[in-house]
């Protein structure tokens, strides 16, 4: 559809022909007028009916030229089809585990064998892929908790430091705590959905200044989901995970408190089930499209004004040469 962003400059065009009008009034009245009686005198007849013509001519160039003039700043546009919006999202940390049972080639993918942490960051890439309107956040722990990426609408960003991701770049144990304070710092508990950590490790927690019950109170004072996820299929395979008397909330128990879901990936298919589960309870809101491709086409009307210009000119020169 075409339209003019501008329409109000259109009001020069009536000014402009009355103007242009005027000046071809005056200059035909001041054409000098022969009552001599000559032999020659119908060369003088035509020499002036033809100058004339080319003033006239001239005029109405100069006057088209104008008039394109005053369109392009009424700013002709051509309006495509609406462009959605991206969806409104929330914050989301993803909270990793890297320790080193994490190293463990317990999951089967193309009939081989795969670490825990490799089949897991497959997953999350996925999974941010696929929410263009959350902001994402990246945490690492073992030993301590290290942010890798703070929360950003930047998807490439965090892939890339998903895929970055190695054993034991933060150490060797789980500070479940540390991880889980760290991240609720960083998110934006005031936006319009609350917002979600998801936290990925195989065992409880071993390490950390902060404990696991610590940073769950805090998670229910701002009232931010703990969506918890149990990796691996051997539950003796890691340290971290042999029956011990620890007081401190299980996995389990911490999603039960924040009112999200606990769950336990066995395979990379489960793992893309859960992550799939957890995008469900987790949704975006869709906006309606309120914008619409805008193709500016004033540059056209000024092509065209150049155009006549130079034919006005055209018309002079060929005038001057005679």
């Known amino acids: 559809m075409l339209t003019l962003a501008q329409p109000l400059w259109l009001a020069l065009l009536p000014v402009l022909a009355l103007a242009f009008m005027f000046a071809g009034r005056r200059e035909d009245s001041n054409l000098p007028r022969a009552y001599l009686v000559h032999p020659q005198l119908n060369l003088l007849d035509e020499r002036a009916a033809q100058s004339r013509s080319s003033a006239r001519r001239q005029t109405g160039l100069v006057f088209l030229s104008a008039c394109l003039m005053t369109l392009s700043l009424a700013q002709p546009q051509w309006l495509g089809p609406r462009v959605p919006d991206k969806p409104l999202g929330r914050d989301i940390m993803l909270v990793v585990d890297t320790s080193s049972s ?19 960051k497959d997953v999350a890439q996925s999974f941010v892929a696929a929410r263009t309107g959350d902001r994402f956040g990246l945490i690492a722990f073992g030993d301590h908790a290290a942010t890798l990426a703070p929360p950003s ?3 490439d960003l965090i892939r890339a430091q998903l895929s970055r991701l190695q054993n034991g770049i933060a150490g060797e144990s789980t500070a479940i705590g540390d991880a889980i304070g760290l991240a609720l710092k960083q998110v ?20 950390g200044e902060m404990k696991p019950s ?33 007081t401190e909330p299980s996995l389990a128990q911490i999603a039960a408190q924040t009112g999200a879901k606990h769950y336990v990936a ?4 489960a793992l893309q089930t859960i992550i799939a589960d957890i995008g469900r309870l987790e949704p975006t809101i869709e906006r309606p499209a309120t914008q619409r491709q805008i193709s500016e086409w004033y540059w056209l009307a000024l092509l065209g004004a150049v155009a006549f210009l130079i034919a006005a000119q055209g018309v002079a020169l060929r005038e001057a040469d005679t």
């Open 102 to 120: 994490m190293a463990i080639d317990d999951f089967i993918v193309k009939q081989q064998r795969v670490t825990r942490l490799d089949v897991l």
């Open 214 to 246: 610590e940073a769950l109170v805090a998670a229910q004072a701002l009232g931010v989901k703990i969506y918890t996820v149990e990796i691996g299929t051997d539950l003796f395979a890691s340290p971290s995970r042999r029956l011990s008397k620890s």
């Open 188 to 207: 934006n508990s005031a936006g319009r959905l609350s917002p979600a950590l998801i936290l990925f490790s195989d065992g409880d927690s071993t390490a």
């Open 266 to 269: 066995g395979s990379a298919s």
């Open 153 to 155: 609408f930047d998807q």
